[in-house]
């Protein structure tokens, strides 16, 4: 079996909740209002007309470069960190550590590849010894992560860890119970309408190479993404 060759982890059952979020028809509720190559001119501009020169708040000062995001401008499934570490400061890239690598191994356990999805942090600079954003970080950054939002208009997004779990939700709640369920996302798109897509979240690649025990939740939590873009899950042998 493809996903347990390369993600180690064993097939879970989908929920019936997802029929439900199928019928309601989020998924496809995400009107498309730009080109593809409008949407990667808009994303290379917002990167370099806005964030590798910003100065908004204090993370500027020890950053190596900006890491604004990676992939497909035009990706139906979007993944959101907190923000870059070592590696990504050093490369400009999010998620090309150790927690980057096993991202993509969830994602090719996903049937997808890399290029395939759109990967971005909620901040774009690298808080020191890799502690939490800020809240005051957060606020000056998330403009940046909205405009990737309503560029990208991905139609599922999967929030990867507490911090990004929690600021895209708006909520206290532990990753332990927001994840395993499908949240609405709402945003204004290009075009200003009101969009609501499903988020999942889930736990951070960095927690899984901490804590392997936990892949099988992930696991599962990708399964359900994968039924609601309509991804062929893996045989349960
Ligand atoms: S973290 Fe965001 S707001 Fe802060 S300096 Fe970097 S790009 Fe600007």
Redesign the pocket.
């Known amino acids: 079996m493809q996903a347990d060759r390369l993600f180690g982890l064993k097939d879970v059952p989908v929920p019936r909740l997802l029929r439900e979020l199928r019928e309601q028809g989020s998924v496809s509720s995400a009107s498309t209002v730009l080109s593809v190559e409008s949407k990667r001119q808009k994303l290379e501009a917002l990167d370099r007309e806005h964030?590798k020169g910003?100065?908004?708040?204090r993370?500027?000062e020890g950053r190596t470069n900006?890491v604004f995001g990676d992939g497909d401008a035009d990706a139906r499934l979007m993944f959101i960190g907190e923000g870059p570490g070592f590696d990504e400061d050093r490369t400009g890239v999010p998620f090309v550590g150790r927690a980057g690598q096993l991202l993509d191994k969830m994602i090719v356990a996903m049937g997808l590849d890399r290029k395939d999805t759109y990967i971005c942090n909620i901040?774009?600079?690298r808080p020191p010894n890799n502690r939490d954003p800020a809240a005051d970080?957060v606020v000056?950054?998330t403009p940046?992560l909205h405009g990737q939002i309503r560029l990208v208009e991905p139609a599922v997004i999967v929030s990867l860890g507490a911090p990004a779990s929690r600021l895209m939700l708006d909520t206290e709640e532990s990753i332990g119970r927001l994840r395993g369920r499908f949240h609405d996302y709402r945003y204004t798109n290009a075009g200003g309408d009101m969009i609501t897509i499903p988020l999942m979240p889930t736990y951070h690649p960095a927690y899984l190479l901490r804590s392997p025990q936990e892949k099988g939740k992930t696991w599962g939590d990708l399964q359900m993404v994968m039924q609601l873009l309509g991804l062929a899950l893996p045989d349960r042998a």
Do not use: I, N, Q, R
């Not at 910003?54 to 708040?57: M, R």
């Open positions: 964030v910003c100065t908004k708040c993370l500027c900006t901040v774009k600079c970080e000056a950054c940046y």
